[in-house]
């Protein structure tokens, strides 16, 4: 026998539940309540669930009288975590079956039809296997995609555009709306045609969830020294200083850079500063040399102290006084954190969206807090500095940009060596390594 449901949407949800349609983006920022509100669509609008006003503004939800299967994919964390399922816990979905899974296993439903699809945090970019997959699936189901961050170029839209019915495939969108740059030495879209019918396609499908957020963030950049003759030798001599032997690649020089930058005990000092006036924080971190010097460090100093990495889950620790070591790859999206106020970021990470992901994780609907307080250490290092500048734009930071076009043009060798050298206006060239 079915079980009443009660469930207390804000208006905000509501709003969004009335504008969505099969083939829909929902556009949400972190903490918004996207996934309860996809859930409740799917409730109400797909399966027909009989709904009745209560007395305290909630809504009760009856039997589904158009019942269709569930299928969530989403990211491997979020599966694992199974915060899809404590939110359809909240549910009766008693009467059909719910699947919960990543997006690496997408392609075991591509045969799937008359089911609905939640495909959860935007990963149909481009045209590979994911998205030819997702074809599949839209062709033969009805589904919705949600995001926190809606696409930047119009290329990022083609796959749903494509899903949606608006074109063909990929070559007829490109066709009618790409100008490409004739003298790239890669395929490069100089400017797009007809941008009103993009706009007006865009917004066919794209449903904002608008909400006034209760919390006023206030971010804070704290500015460390770093070794700027380690650095110096990392860059002029292509030299690895900790391996002792040439640098072998972009990436490699990068990595080195970054730690001559952030294995530094000044951001200690600087976390140690700031927990004297917050207390607790929850602080993100890149690479294992940097949980080694928090560890060596904040260990055994009066703080609560745990972790989530690759290798070991903590929860979250209580008392008045604490510190949560989060790696950006473990614990940036797919959790929930009300008990503080505070996040320290010890070093940024390359990723504009898990930048945004890892605040979202104190900035929450039932946070009890308004002001949240977000702290970001960096240094004067250029490669520090071009970090920031790029997720000030809003954008990914690339490594081969920056060594290339800011760090004094380095490409890279030909040959069984991969080592790096600079390019050079003149004289002769020499192999490093």
């Given at each position: 026998?079915e079980r009443e449901t009660i469930v207390r949407p ?141 696409g930047d170029t119009w290329m990022d839209y083609i ?161 008045e006084s604490w510190i949560y070591v989060v790696q ?106």
């Amino acid at each position: 026998m079915e079980r009443e449901t009660i469930v207390r949407p804000m208006e905000h949800q509501l709003e969004a539940i009335e504008k969505l349609r099969n083939g829909s983006i929902l556009c949400g920022g972190v903490g918004t309540g996207k996934s309860f509100t996809s859930l409740l669509y799917f409730a109400l609008m797909e399966c027909g669930c009989v709904q009745w006003a209560k007395d305290d503004g909630a809504i009760g939800l009856g039997p589904m009288l158009s019942p269709r299967d569930l299928y969530i994919i989403t990211t491997a964390r979020k599966r694992d975590t199974h915060e899809w399922l404590d939110e359809c816990s909240r549910f009766d979905f008693s009467q059909i079956s719910v699947t919960v899974d990543s997006w690496n296993n997408i392609h075991k439903y591509s045969n799937v039809s008359g089911a609905f699809f939640i495909f959860d945090e935007q990963r149909i970019v481009g045209s590979g296997t994911w998205v030819r997959e997702f074809y599949r699936i839209a062709k033969g189901n009805r589904w919705i995609l949600l995001t926190a961050t809606p696409g930047d170029t119009w290329m990022d839209y083609i796959p749903v555009f494509i899903a949606n019915g608006f074109y063909k495939n990929r070559t007829q969108f490109l066709r009618r709306h790409a100008v490409y740059n004739r003298y790239s030495k890669y395929p490069k879209v100089d400017k797009w045609l007809e941008p009103g019918v993009l706009e007006s396609l865009r917004r066919k499908i794209t449903v904002i969830m608008k909400y006034e957020k209760k919390t006023v963030p206030h971010w804070a950049d704290i500015w460390v020294p770093y070794d700027e003759k380690l650095y110096k030798t990392i860059f002029e001599k292509r030299w690895d200083p900790w391996k002792e032997e040439p640098i072998r690649d972009i990436s490699g020089a990068c990595y080195l850079m970054r730690r001559a930058t952030n294995e530094n005990v000044n951001r200690i000092i600087s976390v140690f500063d700031i927990l004297r006036d917050r207390h607790r924080a929850i602080l993100f971190y890149n690479y294992d040399y940097e949980l080694a010097l928090i560890r060596e460090y904040m260990k055994d100093r009066g703080y609560g102290f745990a972790e989530w990495n690759g290798h070991i889950h903590e929860p979250l620790p209580e008392g008045e006084s604490w510190i949560y070591v989060v790696q950006y790859a473990a614990g940036c999206e797919g959790w929930n954190c009300v008990t503080t106020d505070t996040i320290i970021f010890f070093s940024q990470s390359y990723s504009y969206k898990q930048m945004t992901q890892a605040a979202g994780r104190i900035d929450r609907l039932n946070t009890p807090y308004t002001d949240l307080y977000y702290y970001v250490l960096k240094s004067k290092a250029p490669i520090d500095a071009a970090i920031g500048r790029a997720l000030k734009g809003k954008r990914n930071f690339n490594e081969k940009l920056f060594m290339e076009r800011g760090q004094g043009g380095w490409k890279h060798v030909d040959g069984d060596s991969g080592a790096v050298e600079p390019k050079r206006t003149g004289g002769t060239r020499r192999r490093i390594g």
